[in-house]
């Protein structure tokens, strides 16, 4: 990531000079300011990546100065530069929020040293900015030895090391975003950015300056200049996930950007020149919506270089129980219950079911039926409660512990549970008797929460047992998908 304006603040000409030759030398463009009183004047105006700030200065303190800056919103990264070093005036720059600490009379190859350093060091910290806690959600999804499974690991090892733009597709639930991720993590740029865009998720009025960034002023509320994806990719590899979701208006801009590498932020002018690898992911036939006019022609083909179809999980059934494993020792490590693997009936049960969500519902259902079961015995059929011609008799005529258990299922052998657990498993239930899926039972809680502490969001996160944060993205899922259960939730604290 390239710096855009860099503000010198130096009262002594000669090193003013020097160092202004040196951007220059970078076609870097700089503003000079000769005291404290200029600096704040170009502050105020301008927004710079980069401050040399000598600190020495006719009209002030450089360090109470730097201790100003820390305080702007989109500051820039600061590298003191004094005649008068010591341990004590580094120690204390370091402290209050300097970037780095150069003595004079300094040589070019030190500034351009520190110019590289500055540029890697901002780039990781804007990508950092886009990256969430990333939970295991999605490991194991690799995990199988069936035919489908081998060939998409063959082609996985066969392309990941080149930097051929991917397209992968497949039913939700089957793990694309995950293959995404490894054709990552096995290529060359796997030290370098992975950024990810939810083409779906993004709103069609901003999903252009999310794409390509947009300039101070650009539109309302553009109150800083803002790198978009493209730009904090640099380098790297940029997921481009759903991406038949986005927008007619959009698509000739993107490719241009997949053809010539090159794009101007919204509301700017500046062409800026990136490397990314792309890797596309669509759960639609993109060939159908090229068909209808919905995705242009040129391009699919473009993106569509090379094709990996993630196989849904009934079409490699045999895997199904080498997952459920997987999920089952990952879940009673998360949860703290000790079962005993799975009953010969849930398995069954687990072989028999489609499985309509793939792998994320395997995932789902393992992790529900691992918190309702009986530590020391093995998950039931009745703990997953999959839907189907899976029940011995109507819950209505019960039968006693060790033929049915009280949800209709086969018993496995298992003791009968505590009385509680009827009252507790109530409200795990929709008014068809049907268990509810976790994302529903999170949401209940979410909102539950919400509910007792009048809507105090620092209060329900702590009942919660979960971050603020945390809290706070959950909502924003919630709102993204047209659900906003804090609608007229005003308190934070």
């Not at 991720?181 to 069609?204: D, L």
């Not at 959009?250 to 241009?256: I, N, S, W």
């Not at 022609?297 to 196989?311: A, E, G, T």
């Not at 502490?453 to 919630?478: D, F, H, M, P, V």
Request: charged share 25%.
């Amino acid at each position: 990531m390239s710096f855009e304006k860099i503000l010198i603040v130096e009262d002594d000409l000669v090193v003013r000079n020097l160092l202004q030759s040196i951007f220059m030398r970078h076609k870097l463009p700089v503003s000079v300011a000769g005291s404290l009183a200029e600096a704040q004047a170009h502050l105020a105006r301008e927004q710079f990546d980069l401050m040399m700030l000598d600190l020495r200065l006719p009209d002030g303190d450089g360090l109470k100065f730097l201790e100003q800056v820390a305080t702007i919103p989109e500051r820039p990264l600061v590298v003191m530069v004094t005649g008068f070093g010591s341990i004590e005036s580094a120690v204390a720059c370091m402290r209050a929020g300097a970037f780095d600490y150069v003595l004079k009379p300094f040589s070019p190859s030190q500034i351009d040293v520190i110019l590289r350093k500055a540029q890697t060091y901002r780039q990781l910290v804007k990508v950092n900015n886009l990256l969430s806690d990333n939970p295991d959600d999605e490991d194991g999804l690799l995990v199988g030895r069936s035919p489908a499974m081998t060939r998409l690991r063959q082609l996985i090892d066969r392309v990941a090391p080149t930097d051929a733009t991917v397209l992968v597709t497949g039913e939700s639930g089957t793990g694309k975003e995950m293959i995404s991720r490894e054709f990552y993590r096995r290529s060359p740029r796997r030290g370098q950015p992975f950024i990810k865009v939810n083409c779906a998720a993004v709103s069609q009025t901003l999903i252009e300056s999310e794409f390509f960034g947009h300039e101070r002023g650009a539109f309302t509320g553009a109150t800083e200049r803002r790198e978009g994806r493209f730009e904090l990719a640099n380098n790297g590899t940029l997921l481009l996930d759903e991406v038949s979701e986005i927008p007619p208006s959009l698509q000739a801009k993107l490719l241009r950007v997949l053809q010539e590498r090159e794009f101007e932020r919204v509301g700017g002018s500046r062409t800026i020149k990136v490397n990314v690898r792309i890797i596309a992911t669509s759960n639609r036939d993109l060939m159908s919506n090229v068909t209808k006019g919905e995705f242009r022609q040129d391009l699919y083909y473009r993106l569509n270089v090379f094709p990996v179809h993630v196989p849904a999980l009934r079409e490699r059934t045999e895997d199904i129980p080498l997952l459920a494993d997987h999920f089952l020792m990952r879940f009673t490590r998360k949860h703290g219950v000790r079962v005993t693997g799975f009953s010969d009936s849930a398995r069954a049960a687990l072989l028999a079911y489609r499985w309509p969500g793939n792998v994320r519902e395997l995932q789902n259902t393992v992790e529900r039926a691992v918190i309702l079961s009986e530590s020391g015995r093995p998950v039931s059929a009745a703990a997953l409660g999959l839907p189907g011609d899976l029940t011995a008799t109507d819950a209505n005529s019960m039968a006693p512990w060790g033929e049915t258990d009280p949800v209709g299922f086969v018993n496995d052998g298992a003791a009968p549970a505590p009385a509680s657990v009827a009252v507790e498993t109530s409200g795990l239930t929709d008014g068809n008797g049907q268990v509810l899926r976790l994302e529903e039972l999170e949401k209940q809680a979410i909102r539950a929460a919400l509910r007792q502490t009048a809507g105090n969001r620092t209060q329900a996160a702590a009942a919660l047992g979960i971050s603020i944060r945390t809290l706070r993205n959950k909502l924003q899922e919630y709102r993204d998908a047209g659900d906003p259960i804090d609608a007229g939730v005003e308190s934070e604290v």
